[in-house]
């Protein structure tokens, strides 16, 4: 959202973001048996797949350690467009 010049614009990009890494991440395929294996590896490039794995594995009812990797990878996700964010408003509104 720090790329974006005024609110009108928020929205579409917002919504194209959202539904590209929803796709790219899982979320829309998950009822799809029998995925090909590079789309499972391609679900780790967005935070939506780590956050489908950490949800699957609770549910499977997976030991705490098996859930804690991606849930630390959120968190790290998280920081780091948290800073990057950060980074960009600071720039702009210096």
Same mark, same amino acid.
């Given at each position: 959202m720090s790329f974006v010049k005024t609110n009108r614009q928020a929205g579409p990009v917002l919504? $194209?973001?959202l539904t590209l890494t929803g796709v790219a991440g899982?979320? *829309? #395929? #998950?009822?799809i048996p029998n995925m090909p $294996?590079? %789309?499972n590896t391609l679900t780790l490039l967005t935070p939506q797949g780590w956050a =489908?794995? $950490?949800w699957k594995a609770s549910l499977a009812g997976s030991l705490p350690g098996q859930v804690f990797l991606p849930v630390a990878v959120l968190? =790290? *996700?998280g920081l780091v467009f948290f800073a990057i964010g950060a =980074? *960009?408003?600071?720039?702009? %509104?210096a």
């Open positions: 919504g $194209a973001v899982g979320t *829309i #395929t #998950t009822g $294996a590079f %789309y =489908l794995n $950490a968190c =790290l *996700i =980074l *960009i408003f600071r720039r702009r %509104y």
